[in-house]
């Protein structure tokens, strides 16, 4: 491959990917890519196949038919592991952090099981390595936990918790970023401070995100797709895709977009205020 044919090549790719549970086809024929260093969102209404969708691309789930390939190399045959070695980090719906640990042994334990080390070293500090320890400073530090990086994990805010999930993911060194529904439960204040962090993040690390906020969804996505009984029905620019009437109509009829997600907050006129400042986070 030469190095112009690489600069372009996409950091996810989907080719006609499906998944069916018996009768039930969850995902339908996707094909999508996401472009190396994007922030792209995957949107739809509850069951739509989101998660099913990230399952097959983490290789959390086979998929029934179809190819997934990261920068170009097709992992469809690849285990979860495999991938997570490869570069692909992701953070879940439901929280998959330690409560009874501290938010730098959190992050650290990913880091250690991705570097293949198991959890022997939680038995002895000193078969942490150093290297593992900066790491996770690091990771605690780039979503500005410093502060709160040796308390138990199971004090902190909802929001800070997630923004923990992301520094575990962030551990894992990962290329291509998954967030499933990051903002869930967060109040604007915190979905805006998690809106900065994900801006934050390194440029050339790809970030694909699920997410019912769509306000946060317009602020983070350049280019959004959208779900549909398992079917790709609207993938493009944000603004494109935000006025598509596909979508509109697929979903609505003459209602608003914001209408369609069971989870999104009402239309403008009552829409809470998401503030352009950063607050502080409650202790
Ligand atoms: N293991 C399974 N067995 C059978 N059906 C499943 C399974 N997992 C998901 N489904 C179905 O697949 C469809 C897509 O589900 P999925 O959870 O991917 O949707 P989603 O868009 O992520 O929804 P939500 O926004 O509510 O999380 C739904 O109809 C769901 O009931």
């Given at each position: 491959?030469?190095?112009?044919a690489h ?6 790719t ?18 999508l ?16 196949g ?22 170009g ?26 409560l ?14 991705v ?8 038995t ?7 290297e ?104 493009g620019p ?12 697929a ?31 409650p202790?």
């Open positions: 491959m030469t190095a112009d600069a372009v090549t996409p950091a996810l989907l080719r006609n990917v499906t998944k069916r549970y018996g009768a039930l086809t969850a995902v339908d024929d996707v094909s890519e996401v472009a190396k260093g994007g922030r792209h969102a995957l949107i739809g209404p509850n069951g739509a989101k998660s099913t969708l990230f399952n097959l691309v983490s290789g959390g789930l086979p998929t029934t038919s179809g190819q997934v390939l990261f920068a190399e097709d992992v469809t045959s690849r285990s979860a592991a495999w991938r997570a070695r490869r570069g692909l980090g992701k953070t879940f719906q439901h929280s998959s952090l330690f009874s640990m501290n938010p730098l042994d959190n992050v650290a334990l990913a880091a250690q099981r570097a293949g080390k198991g959890m022997s070293w939680l002895s500090s000193a078969k942490r390595t150093s593992i320890d900066d790491l996770a400073e690091q990771c605690v530090a780039d979503v500005g936990l410093t502060d709160r990086s040796h308390i138990m994990t199971g004090t902190l805010s909802h929001g800070e918790r997630r923004q923990l999930e992301v520094a575990v993911a962030l551990a894992t060194r990962p290329r291509l970023l998954l967030l499933d529904e990051p903002a869930a439960g967060m109040s604007p204040a915190e979905s805006q401070r998690f809106a900065e962090l994900v801006r934050s993040l390194p440029q050339d690390l790809t970030v694909v995100i699920i997410e019912h906020d769509l306000d946060l969804v317009f602020q983070l996505a350049e280019r959004v797709s959208v779900l549909h009984l398992g079917a790709l029905i609207a993938d944000v603004d494109e895709v935000r006025e598509d009437p596909r979508v509109q109509q979903y609505l009829g003459e209602g608003s977009l914001e209408e369609l997600f069971h989870d999104a907050p009402p239309p403008a006129s009552t829409a809470p205020t998401v503030p352009t400042t950063t607050e502080e986070t202790a």
